[in-house]
């Protein structure tokens, strides 16, 4: 069990003990891959991994930040009026963007505080450590100095910094996601419109275990912009003769019958993908619905396979992971969950199979790549929230 022993970080660096204490998640996204920019829907949920802090009011406008993450970086400290973006800051600039927009939105921060942070989100396997960051710094104000931010605008302001202040061009799942998780429930989202819906997820039987390729994912950017930008050409070739604005609009029906009109091969894999798989968050949340996680697991296969095949965002090593799952007993489903070419993969798996999965799954891989993946099992839980003081010891 990871234990959190921030209360005794807090008062070996500021000097006193804290007042209060938050948490946010990390995310995973469980079926509904690069549907977002083509105006579908995502089910993603909020996962027990996530960044917890501490924190105290001062009386000053100072703003002094550690994290036992980056313990080399030491406290950052910043003025309440000083709020711009500070390489030297790293991390913390993080913060510094949502308590900028923040107050830029209008609610009042009337003086500074000490925080102690600390995250178990393992680095870089693309669960989102960044929003968990933003909302917990949002949730953290919001109980400090009671603003009663509504939670859809902490959200948004947290997308605001990832785009603006930091730099990063995502959409609003994560921050969604971890700022709306709810435990036990993934969440159907209209990127587009943000209309959401819970999903029960019962999992009594089952784990979901996310398992990291180890890989860096160098090829994602150039790769993401490459499937926009044939997404975007599939558009407006199907736009000659259909009266849509988006590719999540279309059935597979009437895909099937129009696909034709796109002359590219290449293009129209691209665009079958997204409007497959948008169904398939559909139908995701009519199984989970009627307690057919059986039927949940057998679309996500197939995802994974039209993110292979048809979207070729997978690689030889998310592939290894996947095909490795699909082979061991136990397994409901698999599939990649990120962007793709590297990051992680995640499969539900029967609880007294959990251990033979990870040591069998793990060992193909390595045979197969040269070196190790890691496995962790998550479980579904709440978003971004305060919490009791001594649950981080």
């Not at 500070?86 to 991390?91: A, I, N, P, V």
């Not at 942070?117 to 968990?132: D, K, T, Y």
């Not at 070196?371 to 981080?392: H, M, N, Q, R, T």
Request: charged share 25%; proline share 3%.
């Amino acid at each position: 069990m990871y234990v959190i022993t921030l209360n005794k970080t807090f008062l070996d660096v500021f000097g006193v003990l804290p007042k209060q204490a938050f948490f946010a998640p990390g995310r995973i996204n469980l079926i509904g891959e690069h549907t977002d920019y083509n105006g579908g829907h995502v089910f993603p949920c909020a996962i027990t991994y996530g960044t917890y802090a501490v924190a105290r009011q001062r009386e000053d406008q100072l703003i002094r930040l550690y994290s036992k993450n980056f313990p080399n970086k030491g406290v950052i400290e910043f003025n309440l009026n000083e709020l711009d973006y500070d390489q030297q800051h790293s991390w913390a600039n993080y913060p510094k963007g949502m308590l900028r927009y923040i107050i830029e939105a209008g609610f009042v921060i009337p003086t500074g505080f000490d925080c102690a942070i600390e995250g178990n989100i393992p680095n870089g396997a693309g669960l989102s450590s960044s929003a968990s960051i933003e909302l917990l710094t949002g949730v953290l104000v919001n109980g400090l100095y009671q603003l009663e931010i509504p939670r859809l605008e902490l959200i948004k302001i947290g997308k605001r910094v990832e785009n603006e202040f930091i730099g990063v061009n995502s959409g609003i799942m994560d921050q969604f996601a971890v700022g709306m998780g709810k435990k036990d429930a993934g969440i159907l989202l209209d990127c587009q419109t943000l209309k959401y819906e819970y999903a029960p997820i019962q999992l009594e039987n089952h784990k979901i275990i996310i398992m990291n390729t180890n890989k860096r994912r160098e090829l994602a950017d150039s790769k993401y912009n490459e499937r926009r930008s044939e997404c975007e050409e599939a558009l407006k070739q199907l736009q000659q003769k259909l009266p849509i604005e988006a590719l999540g609009q279309l059935s597979e029906k009437e895909f099937d019958e129009n696909q034709q009109l796109i002359t590219n091969e290449t293009v129209r894999k691209r665009a079958k993908h997204a409007v497959y798989e948008n169904v398939r968050t559909i139908k995701a949340l009519d199984e989970l619905k009627a307690g057919n996680l059986t039927a949940f697991g057998q679309l996500m296969n197939q995802s994974h396979i039209s993110l292979r095949d048809d979207y070729e965002v997978t690689g030889v090593e998310l592939d290894s992971l996947v095909e490795a799952a699909w082979n061991h007993p136990g397994v409901l489903g698999a599939r990649m969950t990120g962007a793709g070419f590297g990051g992680c993969a995640i499969a539900i798996v029967e609880n007294e199979e959990v251990d033979h999965f990870i040591a069998n799954v793990g060992s193909a891989y390595k045979e197969t790549i040269g070196y190790a993946a890691d496995f962790y099992v998550a479980s579904i839980g709440d978003g971004a929230k305060e919490i009791e003081l001594e649950e981080v010891k």
